[in-house]
């Protein structure tokens, strides 16, 4: 099984910046595209960003321009670094890992979720 676990949440205002961390771990850590998922209050939960095991990237609409993920493969560690944040952005975010890089049937690891709130 695979842990990913996230840490880097919190509370910041609106104009300020957050990163977020997923460390993947566990008695296999095989991975491919490692990705951020958020869900607000009342919402489902969303696309924001994802990468593959090439570093191949893909952002929201929503999130693009402000939002960069990235990754250490040598930590199996992704991140996402938010600027700009906006109170829209208030929500938990859930990392989510796949063994490949081609998501058959939604992905295979999710972590616990962090909660970021941005106040006005």
């Known amino acids: 099984q695979v842990q990913l676990v996230e840490s880097g949440g919190g509370l910041v205002q609106a104009g300020g910046s957050l990163r977020l961390s997923c460390a993947a771990s566990?008695?296999?850590?095989?991975?491919?595209?490692m990705a951020w998922f958020r869900q607000a209050p009342g919402n489902q939960r969303e696309f924001v960003a994802r990468i593959t095991s090439v570093g191949n990237l893909n952002y929201a609409d929503s999130v693009k321009g402000r939002f960069t993920i990235s990754r250490d493969n040598a930590k199996n560690t992704v991140y996402l670094q938010m600027n700009s944040l906006k109170p829209e952005d208030t929500a938990v975010y859930y990392c989510a890992a796949d063994r490949s890089d081609y998501i058959l049937g939604g992905y295979d690891y999710w972590g616990q979720g962090t909660q970021v709130t941005v106040s006005s």
């Open positions: 566990g008695s296999g850590t095989r991975i491919k595209t």
